[in-house]
């Protein structure tokens, strides 16, 4: 369990942005979509594209906090919980991803 909060700065990073291809979003009665998450902590936003579209950006730094949830039996899943939204589900393609994509984002 992770909490991020508003307005963190990435100094350490060479790059402000970073993308991981081919992650699923897990939905609820929509069915899962394949998603490219795009997080840029420049400008403190996670955004998701499918199919060339955007359809989700999380601006993270408006947001009081935001808390990550990995689960237990399920390594390459991140639930990220965002107060007053839809919460985002992402399974990557290992726990590695999913390691190096909450660690951006903290």
Known sequence: LFHVGPGRSSQASSSSSSSWGLVT???????????EV???????????????????????KKLPHVVLIRCSNKPEIVLVVIAKEHDLMLKFRSSEERKSFCSRLT
């Open 25 to 35: 979003e897990l939905q609820a009665g929509e069915g899962d979509r394949v998603v």
């Open 38 to 60: 795009l997080l840029d902590s420049e400008a403190n936003t996670v955004v998701c594209n499918s199919q060339g579209k955007r359809v989700r950006t999380v601006y993270w």
